[in-house]
């Protein structure tokens, strides 16, 4: 394989590496140190819905040990196989679902005080969002 396209690939998978493990921090910490989530619920005063959790949390660790691997194997052969297309492609949908998921959730979100318009787990959960499109991207 051509060295240009081979380093372009790594490069890639190093990106996305490290956008998955900030929107890891951020989802688990984002909320002064607490668990900050990505949301999905119409009533704002409600919990966060566990379905939408657990989907969240299975694409970002999932992804993550994916690309991992994917990473050290491509390290150690350079053929590109199907099951990584395809894995990027499923990648694309399962990261916009959860950037949608959160980018609909937090733009709307009101916490404790009421009417704060500024607070840092709305800007938070937008960054998990906004990054989770930037993942979707890089798929």
Same mark, same amino acid.
């Given at each position: 394989m051509a060295q240009g396209p081979m380093i372009g690939t790594i490069t890639v998978k190093i990106v996305k590496i490290a956008i998955t493990i900030i929107i890891l921090f951020l989802y688990r910490t984002g909320y002064a140190g607490q668990f900050l989530g990505v949301g999905a619920v119409w009533n704002f005063n409600e919990e966060k819905n566990v379905d939408v959790e657990i989907l969240a949390s299975g694409v970002f660790v999932g992804y993550l040990l994916y690309n991992i691997s994917a990473l050290i194997t491509?390290?150690?052969?350079?053929?590109?196989s199907a099951n990584d297309c395809l894995m990027n492609l499923i990648g694309i949908f399962l =990261?916009? #679902?959860?950037?949608?998921?959160?980018?609909?959730? =937090?733009? #709307?979100f009101q916490n404790e005080h009421g009417n704060e318009y500024k607070s840092t787990e709305k800007d938070v959960g937008m960054a998990v969002g906004s990054l989770s499109v930037l993942n979707a991207a890089a798929h």
């Open positions: 491509y390290c150690i052969s350079s053929e590109k =990261w916009t #679902g959860v950037a949608g998921t959160a980018l609909h959730y =937090w733009p #709307g």
